[in-house]
């Protein structure tokens, strides 16, 4: 059974940092793409950033530059950092794996059938 724990989630003012962790485990596939997701309230689940197995990495253009997205393979967990937060980024930060491999459509979610149960970041001052 695939397992994925998110945590990190917090408060902090506009302009500060956050990393975000996520913890995979029960899957038994060996290249898996690995993603970031939020949901802010009212609005749909959108794609933040994403990452193939060999490292190459996808960003949704709100959190170029701000934000990114990294994997330790030998603990399996996901990483997301993030810098310069600003209120828009405010939502609930979910972590989803799949078993395609590549990254065509990493941002669209019915791609995923594998989620955590998110992790809320507010950003305001």
């Known amino acids: 059974q695939v397992q994925l724990l998110e945590a990190g989630g917090d408060s902090v003012p506009p302009g500060g940092s956050l990393r975000l962790a996520c913890r995979a485990s029960g899957y038994t596939w060996t290249t898996p793409f690995m993603a970031w997701f939020r949901q802010a309230p009212g609005k749909e689940r959108e794609g933040v950033a994403g990452i193939t197995h060999s490292g190459r990495s996808y960003y949704a253009d709100s959190v170029q530059g701000r934000f990114t997205i990294s994997q330790d393979s030998t603990t399996n967990t996901l990483y997301l950092q993030m810098n310069d937060l600003k209120p828009e980024d405010t939502a609930l930060y979910y972590c989803?794996?799949?078993?395609?491999?590549?990254?065509?459509?990493?941002?669209?979610?019915?791609?995923?059938?594998?989620w955590g149960r998110g992790t809320q970041i507010t950003v305001s001052s």
């Open positions: 989803a794996a799949r078993t395609r491999a590549d990254g065509d459509s990493w941002s669209e979610s019915r791609e995923y059938p594998y």
